[in-house]
């Protein structure tokens, strides 16, 4: 099996869309320009949503035109109709995620829709993406928990993941949007969903609220998961998602990795620097524990 992980760095668009003093453009350009040079594959630069849902990405259009496309380096977006595929696409966007849930409540909270009409709506997406050249990330949510429904079958992940699978999406990612999992139930939701999804195809996605994303994700990897999402300084949360915290650190993650022998091809130190530069922006302390311990004085 693989020694290598390919980190996701989600924090642009999952990091910033639940902070509430609103960023500046030029703050989340610098951000994204200095993740692009600590060796990351994958960052999610920002989300093309309605701007009256979520008010902190409506610069989604300046952020991408403006920030530095290092080779190598993809910068997906997160669209949840056409019309935020088609605005990501006027600027450039050449990978998109689309986004639904597990659980009925929650999606009608985020996006104003039911699974099935959700997944209606990707379906235009993925004609036009695959027409465009364009790869399709899905996300599943509250794959561990809904803050609305609790307890979320897992049979509901599996039919949810399977379909943005057959539609066409080149990778999901199973997240736990509030953070509730434990190690044993997140190992047995993601065998559960390998059991139908090619492992290779997934990623996990966990949110730190209860403490539990590092342990949930080294029984993710045991079980063959090689792509972990994880967001600078452990910012984020959903704003749909009510008491949910922010994702893993990613430093925390790499630190973690690399302790392991594994590779992700980042540079610790580089985003470690960038992780304490975005709790400065934001005006708070970092989430990072490794991140805290490196800049300890
Ligand atoms: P709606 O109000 O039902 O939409 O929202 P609508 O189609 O009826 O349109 C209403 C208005 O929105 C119209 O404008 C549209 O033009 C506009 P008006 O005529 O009133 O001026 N509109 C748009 N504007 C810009 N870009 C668009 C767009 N679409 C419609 N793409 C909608 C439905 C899906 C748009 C809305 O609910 C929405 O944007 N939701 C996004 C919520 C969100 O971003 N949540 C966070 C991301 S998901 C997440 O964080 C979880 C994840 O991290 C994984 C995990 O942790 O589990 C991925
Ligand atoms: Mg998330």
Redesign the pocket.
């Known amino acids: 099996m693989s020694n290598h992980v390919r980190i996701v760095e989600?924090g642009p668009?999952?990091g910033l869309?639940n902070e509430k003093t609103l960023l500046a453009a030029a703050v989340k350009i610098e951000l994204i320009n200095r993740l692009s040079d600590t060796g990351l594959a994958t960052i999610e630069a920002t989300?093309?949503?309605?701007?009256?849902?979520?008010p902190q990405?409506a610069d989604a259009a300046e952020v991408f035109t403006a920030i530095r496309k290092a080779p190598g380096v993809v910068y997906p977006v997160?669209?949840?109709?056409l019309?935020?595929y088609e605005?990501a696409r006027e600027v450039g966007a050449t990978e998109v995620?689309v986004?639904t849930?597990a659980s009925e409540a929650f999606n009608q909270k985020?996006?104003?829709?039911s699974i099935d009409e959700s997944i209606e709506?990707f379906v235009p997406v993925l004609e036009r993406a695959c027409a465009d050249g364009v790869a399709v990330r899905g996300?599943?949510?509250?794959?561990l928990g809904c803050p609305y429904q609790g307890d979320v079958p897992v049979a509901d992940v599996v039919r949810v993941a399977k379909r943005l699978h057959a539609l066409g999406c080149h990778e999901i990612?199973l997240?736990?949007?509030i953070g509730v999992g434990t190690p044993a139930r997140a190992r047995a939701m993601l065998r559960a969903v390998a059991s139908e999804v090619p492992m290779a195809a997934l990623a996990v996605?966990f949110?730190d609220t209860y403490g539990q994303a590092l342990a949930n994700i080294l029984a993710c990897l045991e079980e063959g998961v090689r792509v972990v999402d994880s967001a600078v300084s452990g910012t984020g949360g959903?704003?749909?998602?009510k008491g949910?915290t922010g994702?893993v650190a990613s430093e925390d993650v790499v630190y973690m990795l690399h302790g392991m022998g594994m590779t992700t091809g980042v540079d610790l130190d580089r985003l470690v620097q960038t992780g304490a530069w975005l709790a400065e922006q934001l005006g708070k302390e970092t989430a990072s524990r490794v991140t805290r311990a490196r800049t300890a004085a």
């Open positions: 989600v668009r999952d869309q989300s093309f949503v309605s701007p009256k849902w979520v990405l997160l669209v949840p109709n019309q935020g605005r995620a986004f849930a985020n996006i104003n829709a709506r996300y599943v949510s509250t794959v990612s997240g736990d949007t996605h949110h959903c704003p749909y998602a949910a994702n």
